[in-house]
């Protein structure tokens, strides 16, 4: 079984999960009507959601680095599916949103547990191709999420499309389970070793990390929220052309995570500089992503607005993998822990992002501020890249 296989499993399963966890989407209507709900309940119902997804990543980066990546992802990904299809069953707000707060608790695990497999798999000048890979099927799965939920819910009630999504969840963790051996950990954790959990948010460069993360979360959640109604509201498009239109990003997205992993392993290859391969084409990256925005800003047609913002999140989505890469360089023996608190602040910055940007238009009256609002974000992702140093490794093996 070589380490592409379990590559394959992982990248299935970060598909699958975007799929679900998008379940509600299309039919948030007709949810709201037979639950008898508000559309501000239903916001509240999504928040729960990642709300969980956020403060369970510590713990389950935890249990990740304490019982391996495969029987810790088998536990999530059974967990998760399980409860995808037991939403269905909900009957009112507090079920709903309480089912949905745990499935996204849930969901926390797989990337913590993903990254800690491929950093006891794939040597260093790969793990960004590796990662690169995931963050592919991130995009993919958002692209692909609304066709698919579309095109099953009519023929199919709300209830019914849960349980169906759950399927392939549940039948990948069989397959995972018998096909997939378990990954050796490359900086095994004796047990009872002392944890400085200060590190987490203390050092330097950790701190870098997370920041560029959560701003360049942040930015890139404007295309899974804001911009069908921002292209609406400034370029006066109809809600079908901005659907389509707003697709571009995501998937200018996926070509940007496998085009980001595979340059910066060549680059780490070529120099041998994690600095240079690593923090040096993030930075370039954020910083065109941020130019590429202010240039939205000022365009007038539509398609120039989506091409420019397409480049921005081609751009943003390129130094996904070297944040993923960077977290697993400097975990040392705890990659799991590192990740998860820096995929935690990622989740901050996406949940804060729609709020600010809501927030914005309220106050200002013009939704072409939310342009800036990411333009800013990205720049200030690509001022972390250019402090940051990768190449220290916060949890040393003990001797």
Same mark, same amino acid.
């Given at each position: ?8 499993f ?10 679900? &966890? ?8 007709a949810?709201?009507g !037979?639950?008898?709900?508000?559309? !501000?309940?239903?916001?509240?119902v999504?928040?729960?959601?990642y ?10 980066g935890?249990?990740?680095?304490? $019982? ?8 999530f990904?059974?967990?998760?599916s399980?409860?995808t ?12 949103a ?13 990337f913590p ?8 798999t794939?040597?260093?000048? !790969?793990?960004?191709?590796?990662s690169?890979a995931?963050?592919c ?9 609304q !066709? ?5 819910f009519g ?6 499309v ?6 392939p ?11 997939v051996p ?10 009872n ?6 590190l987490l948010?203390?050092?330097r460069?950790?701190?870098l $990390?997370?920041l560029?993360?959560?701003? &360049?979360?942040g ?10 109604r921002?292209?609406?509201?400034t ?7 901005s659907?389509? $239109? ?9 070509v ?6 595979s ?11 994690e600095k ?6 993030s ?15 000022f365009a007038s ?16 989505y ?5 944040a ?18 820096? =995929?935690?602040?990622? =989740?901050?910055?996406a ?11 309220g106050t200002?009256?013009d939704? =072409?501020?939310?342009?800036l609002?990411?333009?800013?974000m ?10 940051l =140093? ?10």
């Open positions: 079984m070589t380490r592409y296989t379990l590559l394959a992982l990248c299935l399963i970060t598909l699958v999960a975007y799929l679900q &966890r998008s379940a509600l989407g299309v039919p948030s209507k949810i709201e !037979e639950l008898g709900l508000t559309p !501000e309940a239903m916001g509240i999504w928040f729960a959601w709300a969980g997804y956020a403060a369970f990543q510590l713990p389950a935890w249990l990740a680095d304490r $019982l391996g990546s495969k029987p810790a992802l088998l536990i990904a059974v967990t998760w399980a409860l299809a037991v939403v269905g069953f909900a009957g009112g707000f507090v079920g709903l309480l089912l949905w707060g745990l499935m996204g608790a849930a969901q926390a695990g797989i547990c993903a990254t800690k497999a491929i950093g006891a794939f040597p260093k000048t !790969e793990q960004g191709l590796a690169g995931l963050a099927f991130m995009a993919g799965g958002a692209a692909l999420s !066709e698919v939920t579309g095109r099953l023929p199919l009630t709300w209830q019914a849960l349980v169906v999504y759950a399927v969840g549940l039948a990948w963790a069989l397959l995972f389970a018998v096909a378990r990954p050796d950990a490359p900086r095994p954790v004796v047990k070793e002392p944890f400085d959990w200060t948010v203390a050092d460069d950790m701190v $990390l997370c560029q993360q959560l701003m &360049r979360a930015a890139t959640a404007l295309f899974f929220t804001w911009f069908p921002v292209l609406q509201e370029k006066h498009v109809t809600p079908a052309e659907g389509s $239109l707003a697709t571009w990003p995501l998937l200018a997205g996926v940007g995570a496998l085009v980001g992993g340059a910066s392993d060549w680059l780490l290859r070529r120099t041998g500089r240079l391969s690593r923090c040096g084409l930075a370039v990256c954020m910083a065109v992503a941020a130019v590429a925005a202010v240039a939205a800003y047609a539509a398609v120039d607005v989506v091409v420019l913002l397409s480049v921005a999140a081609f751009c943003a390129v130094a996904g993998p070297a993923y890469a960077a977290a697993l360089s400097m975990g040392g023996t705890r990659v799991a822990i590192v990740f998860a608190t820096m =995929n935690m602040a990622g =989740n901050v910055g949940g804060l992002f729609p709020y600010a940007a809501g927030k914005l238009v200002a009256g939704w =072409n501020g939310v342009y609002l990411f333009g800013g990205c720049a200030g992702a690509g001022v972390c890249w250019v402090f =140093n990768p190449a220290r490794t916060l949890y040393e093996e003990p001797t």
